[in-house]
């Protein structure tokens, strides 16, 4: 499917290398692992070809649009890659209830934001949206942590899971059947950074007019820094 060409890019390899193809070219530091996986508690597979990503995507249910350089450890500190900020629209608890792809474009609109990428459906009835970044950004930890402010920001933005967020979960692998919508947009990091500035600024001037010099009433609150190249 496209869309996993247009994610990962040159980050997995079409088929497995050979043997003698691994002697020659020794350790690669730019190729990236996808995890995959049906149910949260199982044991995951990994993956690093495109071959085997095709195939997962016809017997799987979830997969990690950001990729990691262990292929036997799926947390934020084995990150390598980040390809693509993604945001869970969920209509748990009559949160969202009703809403469809229209609403989603006009909140992506109403917040501020680049048109997405990607929008791929949930069986709930909620939503996955994508933007893909122009160019990947290597993982080092302080981009992963503003990464996952920008993450939050944005799920806080639209409505979204706020439970949803960091750079190493898992999201709905796409399919044909369950994307929606799909662009060749794709946005660079550093415009969703200038995107949060905006948003913190407007967010602290609401509550200063409501009279509330009070951090967000969201857990934590969203921390304002920013981190570019």
């Known amino acids: 499917m496209n869309a996993y060409r247009a994610i990962f890019r040159d980050q997995l390899t079409e088929t497995p290398k050979k043997q003698i193809e691994k002697v020659q070219t020794g350790y690669n530091s730019h190729l990236g692992w996808v995890f995959v996986c049906n149910q949260f508690h199982e044991k995951p597979k990994a993956v690093r070809t495109y071959r085997s990503l095709f195939g ?7 997969y990690t649009p950001n990729t990691f350089y262990r292929n036997d450890q799926r947390h934020s500190g084995a990150l390598r890659w980040l390809n693509a900020m993604v945001i869970d629209i969920d209509v748990k608890n009559g949160q969202n209830k009703g809403i469809i792809l229209p609403d989603v474009m006009d909140l992506v609109t109403a917040a501020g ?7 791929v459906s949930t069986p709930s009835g909620g939503f996955h949206v994508y933007w893909y970044f ?3 950004k290597r993982a080092f930890p302080k981009v992963t942590e503003h990464y996952n402010r920008i993450q939050a920001a944005i799920a806080e933005a639209m409505n979204g899971d706020l439970q949803a967020v960091g750079a190493e979960r898992w999201f709905r692998m796409p399919t044909d059947k369950n994307t929606l919508y799909q662009s060749d947009n794709r946005v660079s ?5 200038d995107w949060l500035a905006i948003y913190q600024e407007e967010r602290l001037k609401e509550r200063l ?3 509330c010099f009070c951090p967000s009433p969201r857990k934590g609150g969203i921390r304002s820094t920013s981190l570019k190249d």
């Open 56 to 62: 997962a995507s016809e017997t799987y249910t979830y």
């Open 113 to 119: 934001l680049p048109a997405p990428s990607m929008i």
């Open 134 to 136: 122009n160019a990947a």
């Open 189 to 193: 990091f550093d415009e969703l950074c």
């Open 209 to 211: 007019e409501e009279g």
